[in-house]
Nanobody, 116 residues
């Protein structure tokens, strides 16, 4: 059974930092492309950052230069370092692991709130 478990969310002031972690189990982690998505109230889920199985990364424009995605295949974990956080970054953040259309898994989400 595949599981993705996110952690690291919370309440932070504008300008602050958080690091999200997503640990996978039950899958050959190193072969999966990994992504962080977010969904704010009343908005569609959007891709924030992704890292391929080969280590290539891409970012949504609004987070470029502030967020960094990385992975540690030995620990089956993907990270999202978020710096210079803004109120508009407030959302539930979801981890995604994808290898094909059918091998596509999601975590339960972790809340990030940026507020003073």
């Amino acid at each position: 059974q595949v599981q993705l478990v996110e952690s690291g969310g919370g309440l932070v002031q504008p300008g602050g930092s958080l690091r999200l972690s997503c640990k996978g189990s039950g899958l050959f982690f190193r072969f999966y492309d990994m992504g962080w998505h977010r969904q704010a109230p009343g908005k569609q889920r959007e891709l924030v950052a992704a890292i391929s199985s080969g280590g290539s990364t891409n970012y949504e424009d609004s987070v470029k230069g502030r967020f960094t995605i990385s992975r540690d295949n030995a620990k089956n974990t993907v990270y999202l370092q978020m710096n210079s956080l803004k109120p508009e970054d407030t959302a539930v953040y979801y981890c995604n692991a994808q290898r094909s259309r059918t091998l596509d898994y999601w975590g339960q989400g972790t809340q990030v709130t940026v507020s003073s």
